[in-house]
């Protein structure tokens, strides 16, 4: 499967959507396009450069949460292909673009979509007080009984190289330097086997304390504090990490 582009999606409940989707936009550094789809449900955070890879999604029934948009030549054909590795499709939408909706060995849900020519990184934001961020990357959070499985399929699936990195309950793929979104693996805690594995955003920040200070003053809060990352929840509770790495990089 040729990946062109890579989107990852931010899905809201509908009481939610319009104030997560203004905290959003305000810590991307983004506008949002007008809305699209049949009922409205879909818009882009549009960067002051680049093309978008950050996408929302209003959703009738459910929590929301995080999916990774494939944008491919022929999703058919990558829908195949993803199931001769062991995912399942969960629905084929219709319509001018159709798509797929997929669920890798672990449940976590993925769509492939058409490519519109998007091939632009857009950069970094500098902010007030020289902070450079961006938010560039998934972390799907899979149960420790399926990690290993959910590792290969990814791999075999984008065809990147599985990195390791300084901690070992997570992985790192390889991405394509051309795309503006990175995939982590992270391995649960047994506690959490028997679960679906989810997902969730990472910002890669020049000074995470600047960066929380920034996230806060829009009403997100701090969970918990590591040496290389900070877990923040959002204005509704939805958690994401703030990342000590390079925003140009991804590493």
């Known amino acids: 499967m040729r990946i062109r582009w890579l989107t990852a999606f931010l899905d809201f409940p509908t009481e939610q959507f319009g104030d997560e989707v203004t905290f959003w936009r305000a810590i991307a550094g983004s506008t949002v ?4 789809g049949a009922n409205r449900e879909f818009a882009s955070l549009e960067p002051f450069n680049g093309d978008p890879h950050l996408r929302v ?3 009738e029934e459910g929590s929301g949460g995080i999916h990774l948009d494939f944008h491919v030549d022929d999703p ?29 060995p672990a449940g976590f849900a993925f769509c492939v979509v058409p490519w519109a020519g998007e091939s632009e990184r857009s950069r970094p934001i500098r902010w007030p007080g020289d902070t450079i961020s961006i938010i560039d990357q998934v972390c799907i959070d899979v ?10 399929f990814w791999h075999r699936l984008t065809g990147w190289d599985v990195q390791q990195t300084a901690h070992p309950e997570m992985v790192r793929l390889r991405r394509d330097p051309a795309l503006a979104v990175g995939i982590l693996v992270q391995r649960l805690d047994a506690a959490d086997d028997g679960t679906t594995a989810r997902a969730h955003l990472d910002i890669a920040a020049t000074a995470v304390v600047d960066e929380v200070a920034r996230h806060e003053g829009w009403g997100a809060r701090q969970i918990a504090r590591f040496d290389d990352w900070t877990v923040m929840a959002d204005p509704v509770g939805r958690q994401y990490c703030i990342t000590a790495r390079n925003p140009r990089t991804g590493l």
């Open 33 to 36: 396009s007008p809305p699209r």
């Open 57 to 59: 999604q209003r959703v």
């Open 76 to 104: 058919r054909a990558a829908a195949g292909a993803a199931t001769a590795l062991g995912a399942e499709v969960d629905r084929e939408v219709s319509g001018d673009p159709g798509y797929l909706v997929l669920r890798s």
């Open 143 to 152: 149960p420790a009984n399926d990690f290993d499985a959910e590792v290969e």
